[in-house]
């Protein structure tokens, strides 16, 4: 009798004695029932026993037949068990706050999604704000998210890392007719007396109006009044139409019908853009967004601070860049 029994034959056994039916148990295992057959023949020639017996009207298991079922069960949940323990478990999807559809995480979460294999899925969210982000990472229904890391109290950042990516520069997005829109660029001092929209009343974007706070003090420039959390690309146009505002973005903004956006100057004001995520998260997503970050930087220049910059000091330090004259 033969010791060495290959799975398969066991398969072809427990089939045929639970379904009690050479074609049933063959389209079970989707094989020929010519093949089928052939199989039971090799099991019972290797063992030395008849395993069923077959009439013209039914098929049963013998005594020999009975006896090894069990057994061949117990064979083929230790090999499925095996199998199992062995077999790479799909990662589950990675969640990215971008932000927007535009502009600097967004094309890191596009560039991304070209290299990492079609098993690993990093699903796109656009909620714009890092503060409100970071709550949500904390409590484990976000992954990643871009921003303004320095903003964030220490007791927040503790349980997050972050990557510098870029160092944005800041622009302003004006009606059509306004009387700077013809300039190429916007020096700061000529919005000495206007009131621009910088998220003023959205908690989750705490990190970007305290930002516009710091650039405004001492220009003359006004902050828009509180309003309520404008949520989605669509909404944030029309709401910015209608109220009328001039609104501080960065360089890579989404279109707003009747606006154009310029860059501003003299100092150039930098968004300090953070690629954050969970401490500990291990996730193959992860490493290609970082990578792909990396890369971005490294083509664009993106962590290199043009001449005459403007940024926080504490952001210089987080960012491990120097902004000579510019930091304040």
Request: aromatic share 6%; charged share 20%.
């Amino acid at each position: 009798m033969s010791y060495d029994v290959e799975p398969r034959l066991l398969r072809a056994f427990v089939a045929t004695a639970e379904e009690l039916h050479f074609t049933r148990a063959a389209a079970r295992l989707y094989v020929a029932q010519q093949a089928l057959s052939r199989d039971i023949r090799r099991l019972e020639r290797g063992l030395g026993v008849s395993l069923f017996a077959r009439t013209t009207r039914q098929v049963a298991l013998t005594v020999e037949g009975e006896r090894l079922l069990p057994y061949a069960r117990r064979v083929l949940t230790a090999q499925d068990e095996l199998a199992a323990a062995f077999r790479p478990v799909p990662e589950r999807p990675l969640l990215v706050d971008a932000g927007a559809p535009v502009g600097t995480a967004y094309r890191v979460l596009a560039m991304t999604r070209g290299r990492v294999p079609e098993s690993c899925e990093l699903v796109a969210r656009f909620h714009a704000g890092l503060t409100g982000a970071a709550g949500e990472m904390a409590a484990g229904r976000l992954d990643v998210s871009f921003g303004r890391f320095a903003a964030l109290p220490p007791g927040v950042r503790a349980g997050l890392e972050h990557q510098p990516v870029r160092l944005e520069p800041m622009a302003v997005l004006l009606r059509e007719d306004h009387p700077l829109a013809a300039k190429s660029a916007v020096p700061l001092a000529g919005l000495a007396g206007e009131t621009l929209y910088a998220g003023a009343g959205n908690p989750g974007t705490a990190e970007w109006t305290d930002l516009a706070a710091r650039l405004f003090a001492g220009q003359g420039i006004a902050m828009a009044e509180p309003f309520p959390e404008i949520d989605g690309a669509q909404e944030f146009v029309r709401v910015v139409r209608k109220q009328g505002w001039s609104v501080l973005a960065s360089v890579e903004f989404i279109e707003v019908p009747g606006m154009v956006l310029r860059p501003l100057v003299d100092p150039v004001p930098l968004s300090p853009v953070s690629m954050v995520w969970r401490r500990g998260l291990r996730h193959p997503g992860l490493d290609a967004l970082r990578a792909t970050a990396r890369e971005l930087a490294e083509a664009g220049g993106w962590l290199t601070a043009p001449a005459g910059a403007w940024l926080p000091s504490e952001d210089a330090r987080v960012m491990g860049v120097d902004v000579a004259g510019g930091g304040v």
